[in-house]
């Protein structure tokens, strides 16, 4: 899995189009892995549950991008990574 923050962090001169597309691939590699992901051992379980942890985050952000909505389930600091890539988008025209 690949570290959401530092992905979207990274992200320069970025429409919100081209922004909504990186998620949404983002979002469909997360729910393979889900769905590929063994459960026989603890360990295994834990690494699915991750996964479905991770998954559901990336599409809490997608939707945020797509909808314009805080999802109640959105943690403070993706609120805030949110808003501040949300500015720089604005910041650059690309509302």
């Known amino acids: 899995m690949r570290d959401l923050d530092a992905l979207l962090n990274s992200l320069i001169n ?3 189009d081209s922004l909504v597309a990186i998620l949404s691939s ?3 590699a997360a729910q393979q892995l889900v ?8 360990s295994q379980r834990a690494r699915r549950n991750e996964a479905i942890q991770h998954a559901a985050r990336i599409d809490r952000i997608l939707s945020f991008f797509q909808h314009g909505e805080v999802a109640l389930e959105m943690s403070e600091s993706d609120v805030m990574l949110c808003k501040s890539l949300q500015a720089r988008l604005r910041g ?3 509302s």
């Open 14 to 16: 970025i429409d919100r």
């Open 26 to 28: 983002e979002s469909e």
């Open 35 to 42: 769905n590929s992901a063994r459960q026989r051992t603890a």
């Open 92 to 94: 650059r025209g690309h």
